[in-house]
């Protein structure tokens, strides 16, 4: 596998709650932990999630992970405007390298 | 706050060769792993290599084993991936990462990237 798998796009309205999905194998996310990564074009993506559901300091709380067998999830709970973004899941591989997720372009309508 | 800047890149020949430079402050450089990852125009982002905390411990990925080479000097606070045999396909920009701990290979923070561009 060489890469984990997301959803090219989703979209959401200010009061929805919107879900993001990666899934991997057992290799990878069956074994590790997912982080999740917020970029917009032209700046230096930011860790949102890391250990499947963790936050980092300064991260909203509108933002939530988790992980069940080889798949994960991101939830924005009531996405802003400023949520507009690519959003990408990744995670350790057995094969001893790093898989992100092809992306999700994330549209706040 | 973290810093990480990077430099070097520009526009290379195919075939040719170039050395990045991710230069770190504001963290206990040698107590963490750093990472490459890059982004083709269009494209989503690639892990390209990781390296522990001194040094000992490096992973790549299989589109660049053999041609890239990462290192990092402990004493500068420098990390550096050294990028040979380049090809159109290597034209991206360059982000150069620190982890959450000595030895993890995943992206905590990043730097604001380099851009590389393979072209005659």
């Known amino acids: 596998q060489s890469m984990l798998t997301q959803p090219p796009s989703a979209s959401a309205t200010p009061g929805q709650r919107v879900t993001i999905s990666c899934s991997g194998s057992s290799s990878n996310i069956g074994t590790y932990t997912v982080y999740w990564y917020q970029h917009l074009p032209g700046t230096a993506p930011k860790l949102l999630i890391y250990s499947n559901n963790q936050r980092p300091s300064g991260v909203p709380d509108r933002f939530s992970g988790s992980k069940s067998g080889t798949s994960a999830s991101l939830a924005i709970s009531g996405p802003q405007s400023e949520d507009e973004a690519d959003y990408y899941c990744?995670?350790?591989?057995?094969?001893?390298?790093?898989?992100f997720g092809g992306g999700t372009k994330l549209t706040v309508l | 706050e973290v810093q990480l800047l990077e430099s070097g890149g520009g526009l290379v020949q195919p075939g040719g060769s170039l050395r990045l430079s991710c230069a770190a402050s504001?963290?206990?450089?040698?107590?963490?792993?750093m990472i490459w990852v890059r982004q083709a125009p269009g494209k989503g982002l690639e892990w390209l290599s990781s390296i522990n905390g001194d040094g000992g411990v490096t992973y790549y990925a299989d589109s660049v084993k053999g041609r890239f080479t990462v290192s990092r000097d402990n004493s500068r606070n420098t990390l550096y991936l050294q990028m040979n045999s380049l090809r159109a396909e290597d034209t991206a920009i360059y982000f150069c990462?620190?982890?959450?701990?000595?030895?993890?290979?995943?992206?905590?923070?990043w730097g604001q990237g380099t851009l590389v561009t393979v072209s005659s």
């Open positions: 990462c620190k982890s959450k701990d000595f030895g993890d290979s995943l992206p905590q923070w």
């Open positions: 504001r963290f206990t450089f040698s107590s963490y792993a």
């Open positions: 990744a995670a350790w591989d057995g094969s001893q390298k790093v898989l």
